[in-house]
Nanobody
Framework: QVQLVESGGGLVQAGGSLRLSCAAS????????MGWFRQAPGKEREAVAA????????YYVDSVKGRFTISRDNDKKTVFLQMNSLKPEDTAVYYC??????????????????WGQGTQVTVSS
């Protein structure tokens, strides 16, 4: 079992930056691919970014490429999402998730086994 706790959300003006963190507890963090998802009101939860177990591969949804960066520290059992040049359309609840899937960087919600409680990100125009 893996427990995930996100932090770092908040209110920021358009063009600003936030850094989300997700701390994991439990065993074998390095055995999981990690992902960040987001869900805006009235919309489905979508994959934002994912990172492989060794950090050698990453995935980003097109809308955040060049603005967001996912990283992880296996020793500290933490995954990060650096978000720059934020836009109002980035407003959502952001969730951290862990996947035991065989996929290197899973991008589908169904591939993830454990989820955090979410952290709100609000970008004002």
């Amino acid at each position: 079992q893996v427990q995930l706790v996100e932090s770092g959300g908040g209110l920021v003006q358009a063009g600003g930056s936030l850094r989300l963190s997700c701390a994991a507890s439990g065993r074998s963090f390095s055995r999981y691919a990690m992902g960040w998802f987001r869900q805006a009101p009235g919309k489905e939860r979508e994959a934002v970014a994912a990172i492989s177990r060794s950090s050698s591969s990453t995935y980003y949804v097109d809308s955040v490429k060049g603005r967001f960066t996912i990283s992880r520290d296996n020793d500290k059992k933490t995954v990060f999402l650096q978000m720059n040049s934020l836009k109002p359309e980035d407003t959502a609840v952001y969730y951290c998730a862990a996947s035991a899937s065989s996929a290197v960087v899973p991008a589908s919600r169904g591939a993830y086994d454990y989820w955090g409680q979410g952290t709100q990100v609000t970008v004002s125009s």
